[in-house]
């Protein structure tokens, strides 16, 4: 696999350049040398590829891909091995800093700058999660508040254990993961805290603490870290107002992720504020449409087997795509969350007419429970109708064939009638 430390070892011109060599951009990569496009690079600014499962040092990965239970890093070596072997080129230690029409990528290199033309373009550069400073937590500033992400790398790429005794902040499914990596380094968490009154993983993983011994504190929050050089404990805040001292030598801070939507950002893709990704229609594309999108830039958060999914869809729009096959960009309806409970809906655009390539559902999440009807409208009216009892971050998916051909106008409504 070239290593592009230095620039001149990259090509000049591709077919397909992809920004990132996670689940989605490997999984767009084999399927686009599936498909017989000549040359496709994969870029990555990691000094090796497979995104972020190469940190999970955990199961349960690969079940979609590999029909087997598969440990994160195991299960990225695969997906690295079928792309390379299909004949994609992965290029790592290469960061791309910059996105210009072209489609031209700007390189940096340890070895300098260099630059990428391509006739398409797939970014698929993941989530972050949000830091400390984000989420506005007070108090001091001691050694030992980290992210998921940082303690898996310290613990399984660095054999390292940060601390003893840490509390965990969130339980999303990457907390889980992040209590699982404690265990596996031999640390036992103090506590897991959450702000709302539920946990925000799916039941399964819900078991975890109590099988664990790890104390669960719902409606809590952190009001402050304490420590001078590193962390000696947490003040944490009760939803009726009342605090009380909790002793920990580190915070991890897990989940409330972000789509690391920087370049599509300086690109000067258009952007949605519900996702925090590009905008895009059902085919991934972005508002260049040389610019396609998958993966989770287009959402926080979905698994791994998700994201792969949707690089597999990817290649194959982008295959159409170059054969010039795809729908193009004409007509274009403006789909449109009209309800506070709706916290985001892609895509975000949908191309007319429909093609039989690209996503089949609009994936909606909410902001808080809810039940009653999600309702679609168009210029003329309502158009689609189903009952919807949601609960946050839940995955709600909608076939686009019950509505897409019924659209008139040019925007889509989407709302929920909560009396009904
Ligand atoms: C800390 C953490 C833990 C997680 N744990 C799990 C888990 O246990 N199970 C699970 O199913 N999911 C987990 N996830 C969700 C995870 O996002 C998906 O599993 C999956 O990795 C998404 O694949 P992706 O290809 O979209 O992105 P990623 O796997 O994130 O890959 C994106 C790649 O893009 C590269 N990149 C980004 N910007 C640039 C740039 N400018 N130039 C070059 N390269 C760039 C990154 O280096 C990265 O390798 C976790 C996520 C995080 C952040």
Redesign the pocket.
């Known amino acids: 696999m070239p290593s592009a430390t230095d620039p001149r070892a990259l090509p000049e011109e591709v077919e397909v350049a992809i920004?990132?060599?996670?689940?989605?951009?490997?999984a767009a990569a084999t399927r686009l040398r599936e498909r017989g496009v000549a040359s496709v690079a994969v870029?990555?600014?990691?000094p090796a590829?497979?995104?972020?499962?190469?940190?999970?040092g955990?199961f349960p990965?690969g079940l979609r891909e590999f029909h087997r239970l598969l440990r994160?890093p195991d299960y990225a070596s695969r997906l690295v091995a079928r792309a390379a072997a299909a004949g994609a080129a992965i290029h790592t230690g290469?960061?791309?800093?910059g996105i210009a029409p072209g489609p031209r990528l700007l390189l940096s290199t340890a070895g300098g700058r260099g630059e990428l033309a391509a006739r398409r373009v797939l970014l698929?550069?993941?989530?972050?999660?949000t830091s400390r400073a984000s989420r506005l937590i007070g108090g001091d500033r001691p050694l030992g508040v980290v992210?998921?992400?940082a303690l898996?790398s310290l613990v399984y790429l660095g054999g390292k254990r940060p601390f003893q005794r840490p509390l965990i902040l969130g339980t999303e499914?990457?907390s889980f993961?992040a209590l699982l990596t404690c265990r596996h380094a031999g640390m036992r968490p103090v506590a897991m805290v959450e702000a709302n009154p539920r946990m925000t993983a799916r039941r399964f993983a819900a078991a975890l603490p109590r099988l664990f011994g790890v104390p669960l504190h719902l409606s809590t929050e952190i009001a402050a870290i304490h420590g001078r050089r590193r962390v000696e404990g947490v003040t944490l805040r009760r939803a009726d107002g009342g605090t009380f001292e909790l002793p920990c030598d580190g915070v991890v801070v897990?989940g409330a992720?972000t789509p690391?939507a920087?370049?599509a950002r300086l690109g000067g893709l258009d952007l949605d504020p519900g996702t925090g990704g590009p905008v895009i229609d059902q085919f991934g594309r972005c508002s260049d449409p040389a610019f396609f999108a998958?993966?989770?830039?287009l959402r926080p958060?979905?698994?791994?087997?998700?994201?792969?999914q949707?690089?597999v869809a990817a290649g194959d729009v982008l295959a159409e795509s170059l054969a010039g096959r795809l729908v193009p960009a004409g007509r274009l309806v403006r789909v449109f969350a009209d309800h506070r409970a709706i916290k985001l809906a892609l895509p975000q655009r949908l191309a007319l007419p429909a093609h039989r390539d690209g996503m089949a559902r609009l994936q909606l999440r909410l902001a808080r429970p809810v039940r009653g009807s999600l309702v679609m409208r168009d210029v003329g009216g309502e158009i689609w109708r189903q009952r919807l009892d949601g609960l946050p971050e839940r995955r709600i998916l909608v076939p686009l064939a019950g509505f897409i051909d019924r659209i008139s106008g040019d925007t889509l409504t989407l709302s929920i009638d909560e009396t009904a």
């Open positions: 920004v990132g060599a996670g689940p989605a951009g490997l870029l990555d600014r990691e590829a497979g995104g972020i499962p190469r940190h999970c955990h990965f994160g290469t960061t791309v800093v698929a550069t993941g989530v972050r999660e992210s998921t992400g898996q499914l990457v993961s897990t992720f690391e920087t370049l998958a993966g989770n830039l958060v979905e698994t791994a087997g998700w994201s792969w949707e690089g």
